[in-house]
């Protein structure tokens, strides 16, 4: 699929914000950050990315790109003895919710904190 079909999908719902995951998107930084530039230069959607990778290692390598595209990023592997279910939007508590943009521009990790 190309990313000007992904477009017209993603567009066709003014409602739904966009989640990268399953088969982690970091391993295809590229095409993940073609995609996520198309999605923010033609909708005011957030993107949320899930990674089991740290947040601290993917400011370092090829990634960054991708990285540089999130809005928040869920990172770090699930760990089944950590799983908790009343944990908001991950499922170990091991795994981070990083608002990406602010620890870009803080130059370190700033947790990002629900409105709910």
């Not at 508590?93 to 904190?113: C, F, H, M, P, T």
Request: with cysteine; net charge negative; aromatic share 10%.
């Amino acid at each position: 699929m190309t990313t000007g079909q992904l477009m017209k999908i993603i567009q066709a719902d003014p409602f739904a914000n966009v989640t990268f995951t399953g088969g982690d998107p970091m391993y295809q930084a590229e095409g993940f950050a073609d995609l996520a530039r198309a999605i923010h230069t033609h909708t005011n959607k957030d993107i949320w990315c899930f990674t089991g990778f740290c947040y601290e290692s993917l400011i370092q390598e090829s990634q960054r790109e991708l990285l540089e595209q999130i809005d928040v990023l869920v990172d770090g592997p699930f760990v089944q003895s950590l799983h908790d279910p009343d944990l908001l939007f991950r499922g170990s508590s091991n795994q981070r919710l990083i608002d990406v943009q602010k620890s870009l521009y803080a130059g370190r990790v700033i947790l990002w904190e629900s409105a709910l």
